[in-house]
């Protein structure tokens, strides 16, 4: 997106050096990222980064007023509707795309959101490896505000583990080690020493939970929660008889699942910026539009 660094990027890149790079990258976790990896970071202006930061805080703003709950209580399913729900989600994740507007200018344009944690881990392992490889200007970093890979990892922690010890937490997935996103369930354990747990191995005894750590049964109280509820309930019939994760149990959810709901599938109608597409709900429009395709149509629930 900055030319004169985009022309000093490429002058600079050969085959070589990124295989060099591939390799070193897929030497930390072998085996564990499916995906391709892209040659080339984007460098960022600072006006295009504003964008997206006021599109962000729109967002937010929404999120934290206090009739929020209240406006998204529909969203939840009532079958997996999660008890004991917190204030508000530790985790939000957005999406924008690069878009030309029609005065030929670069503008963000928000594709998905998400009150869900993203590959945190993984980015951090990315910039590394890929700082050690290939050229990037001094006054541009991969982390926004003041923070830097220390602070982040610190915070991070602070959210996922809090004051419980790693052994006490878990990531929870569905067939952790089969997942495409794996390499950032790998690099969470290697910065935080909490353990990738699928829901299958989850060991109940009254509302509390336990799992084995290296032959241990060892008891969860916090879950750092990478199950997409939607996705559970599709599998549900060929996981055999495991923990009802929906029950009211002694764990505190990092974050908690029913954000994933209110957020991710109830909030961009209430949206007004013009970084973020319009977006109504279906049942609540009078008139169909007459060019309908180019428009979306997004399922809210789906079985």
């Known amino acids: 997106m900055i030319s004169s660094i985009r022309k000093a990027y490429n002058a600079a890149f050969t085959k070589e050096k990124y295989e060099a790079f591939l390799k070193d990258l897929h030497s930390v976790h072998p085996g564990a990222i499916e995906f391709r990896v892209a040659e080339t970071p984007i460098f960022v202006p600072a006006d295009f980064k504003e964008k997206i930061i006021d599109a962000c805080e729109s967002i937010v703003d929404i999120i934290v007023d206090p009739g929020f ?28 795309g690069i878009c030309i507007n029609e005065a030929g200018e670069y503008e963000p344009q928000l594709i998905e ?120 309930m599709h599998q549900r019939d060929k996981l055999g008889d495991v923990v ?20 991710s599938k109830y909030t961009l109608p209430f949206i007004n910026n013009p970084y973020i597409p319009e977006t109504f709900f279906l049942n609540e429009i009078k008139q169909l539009p007459g060019d309908l395709e180019n428009f979306v149509l997004k399922p809210l629930f789906w079985r």
């Open 113 to 232: 959101m998400q009150g869900f944690p993203t590959l945190f881990g993984y980015e951090v392992l990315l910039d590394d490896v890929f700082k050690k490889h290939f050229p990037v200007p001094a006054n541009y970093n991969s982390y926004l505000g003041k923070y830097e890979k220390g602070s982040y990892l610190k915070l991070l922690k602070e959210i996922i583990v809090g004051n419980e010890k790693p052994e006490n937490v878990i990531l929870l997935e569905v067939f952790p080690h089969k997942q495409k996103t794996r390499i950032d369930f790998y690099c969470t354990q290697d910065y935080l020493g909490i353990k990738s747990v699928c829901l299958t191995e989850l060991i109940q005894e009254g509302r509390k939970l336990y799992y084995m750590n290296d032959g241990k049964k060892t008891e969860i109280k916090r879950i750092y929660n990478r199950v997409i509820f939607d996705e559970l």
């Open 69 to 96: 709950k209240k406006l998204t209580e529909k969203a939840i399913p009532k079958d997996i509707r999660v008890p004991n729900e917190n204030a508000h989600s530790h985790f939000i994740a957005f999406d924008f």
């Open 244 to 263: 009802d994760i929906t029950q009211e149990l002694e764990v505190e959810w990092i974050p908690h699942p029913n954000w994933f709901y209110r957020i």
